[in-house]
């Protein structure tokens, strides 16, 4: 599985980084994990095209993370995409899509396409296949109007876990355990902030994990001013990682 890092920042630019946008690639096929507003910007600065996505997994349903997805689908309206598009996500997460369509393009939604758009909703803990991947999903702690969720993804024998946005829950230590590689948010560096997570609290738990490799991302502004303190490997946008 090839992992690569098109938006690793906060919700607010910061440091010029793109929203969260991961793409994971396996033999051909090719996943977004979280699919942020400026991803559509991501993806053509890294010569990914995005008519090539044959899924999109969110955590959440925060502008952040899934604020993309109109873009996305008009874009893949207009050039005439004709292959399914799954997007994955907490539960209610075609009716948040279909309004956030509405919002930003009125009538939007409700255009004929020559492409189905699949939605798939994901429960706590039940294993769900799509697009060559498994994806395990685990609630974790971030209010925003669903079911947040990290998210374990396996493709032969590898596995890359993603905490999404959350503050600190045990249900990080299943989320992590043993992956080949572990993506995690660390937004501060120590100060807390409620509903996510900062760079210390991660590094308490560092042992505790259990994976191979960890890398920190959707870094905040006080996060990108300490990197010289950070001792754990931080994404930027365009590093990508075999795994
Ligand atoms: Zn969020
Ligand atoms: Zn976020």
Redesign the pocket.
Known sequence: MRVTFLGSG??FGNGGRH??CILLETGTRRVLLDC?ATSMLAMKRQGVEPLTLDAVLLTHL?G??FGGLPFLILDAQFRRRTQPLVIAGPTGVEYRVLDAMEMMFPGSSRTGRRFEVQYLELENRRPAALAGISVKPYEVVHASGAPPLALRVSAGDKVVAYSG?TEWTDALLDIARAADLFIC?AYTFDKPVKYHLDYRTVMAHRSAFGCKRLVLT?LGPDMLARTADVDAECAYDGLTIEV
């Open positions: 906060d919700a929203q969260t942020g925060h952040d993370h946005d948010e959707h």
